[in-house]
């Protein structure tokens, strides 16, 4: 097939129904878009109240998109007690969700939303205030539209995005909640897959004008953590078919989506019996988010805090070796901010 930007191929071509023929993950949401969810629960931690696509060119010479200006930070670490302000500060270092987000763009936000069992404080999922802090930034530089999406890998969408918190979050920063139907996955290129050519993806992300991937830093039993590249396991069909040769297969899925934007919540971490954790022993807080237009480095750096580096993480030295990003933290200026 004709290699194509994930814009491109819908817009000449539109995206093939294989996808929705194969789909079968054993976690399929129902067949809706968009759905009204309960309310969260009270008692939520933390203070209420911020695409590259697959490229033609070689991997070493396809450079991410939005490459900071001068004087802006390439990465931002944002500290302190207060999940949305820190969230703030650090796109503000990075220039500002506008460097990202232009008016009239619809907007995809992709949380870890893992499980319907755990609420936030066990660090299975994303913060809700990081992501309620990023659909607000959104709104301000003037999207169309923020929509927020994952297929949870335990239990149905409707109570994991409640139990979360992520629902109660989002709606209260004018952004909507979309239940990811089986009808919606179509087959794309990988242009630079070294292992896997071609992939079923969720065509409103392929779609979307920008892509924010925003993973909860995590322990996890195969892939050792759960970062931004792993996040992406969440808008494909069959992501077990994926474990085989796991590093190589995320870089390569990274390849093809492109988020323009990547913060790591690092709010709470889970340093153990990951991705779905149970046990408040195994949760560190740290108070921090970190974010770049570069995943591979937003990687890199969330794995320090795990006592790690990228190269250590399969899917992040691959992503590093294909061209993705930067793996080299000392090559890159590197803004943190205390709060």
């Known amino acids: 097939m004709k290699k194509l930007t994930r814009r491109e191929f819908l817009k000449l071509a539109g995206a093939s129904t294989l996808g929705a023929l194969l789909y079968g993950t054993g976690c399929a949401p129902k067949a809706t878009e968009s759905v009204a969810v309960p309310p969260a ?74 499980v319907d069992y755990h609420p936030p404080e066990y660090a299975a999922t994303t913060n809700p205030f990081v992501v309620a802090a990023l659909v607000g930034l959104c709104l301000e530089a003037g999207a169309k539209r923020v929509s927020v999406m994952d297929n949870p890998f335990g239990g149905p969408p409707e109570s994991a995005y409640a139990n979360s918190g992520i629902a109660e979050a989002v709606k209260a920063a004018g952004g909507e909640m979309v239940v990811m139907s089986p009808v919606k996955y179509g ?17 409103d992300v392929m779609e979307a004008g ?39 297969r ?27 954790g149970g046990s408040l022993d195994d949760v560190q807080q740290t108070n921090t988010v970190i974010a770049s237009h570069d995943i591979v480095s937003a990687d890199a750096y ?38």
Request: charged fraction near 15%; charge should be neutral; glycine fraction near 10%.
């Open 302 to 339: 969330a794995a320090t805090l795990f006592g790690m580096t990228g190269a250590d993480i399969a899917y992040v030295k691959a992503a590093a070796e294909m061209g993705l990003g930067s793996l080299d933290l000392s090559s890159i200026k590197i803004e943190e901010i205390n709060l």
């Open 187 to 203: 087959q794309y290129d990988i242009p630079q897959g070294r292992d896997i050519k071609a992939w079923e993806f969720y065509r």
């Open 210 to 248: 920008v892509v924010i991937n925003v993973p909860i830093a995590k322990h996890h039993s195969l892939a050792g953590l759960t970062l931004g590249g792993k996040n992406m396991l969440g808008v494909i069909t069959r992501p077990n078919q994926i474990h085989r040769n796991l590093g190589q």
């Open 41 to 114: 629960p009270t008692g939520l931690p933390g203070n209420p109240p911020t695409n590259p696509a697959a490229s033609d060119t070689p991997a070493s010479t396809n450079t991410p998109e939005s490459p900071p200006a001068a004087g802006q930070a390439y990465l931002a670490v944002g500290r302190g007690a207060d999940p949305a302000l820190i969230t703030r500060a650090a796109i503000a270092a990075l220039g500002g969700m506008g460097r990202f987000v232009k008016a009239g763009q619809e907007v995809v936000i992709k949380p870890n939303i893992c």
């Open 250 to 276: 995320i870089a390569d899925l990274v390849s093809a989506v492109r988020p323009e934007l990547t913060v790591v919540d690092a709010v709470r971490i889970l340093r153990d019996h990951g991705p779905t």
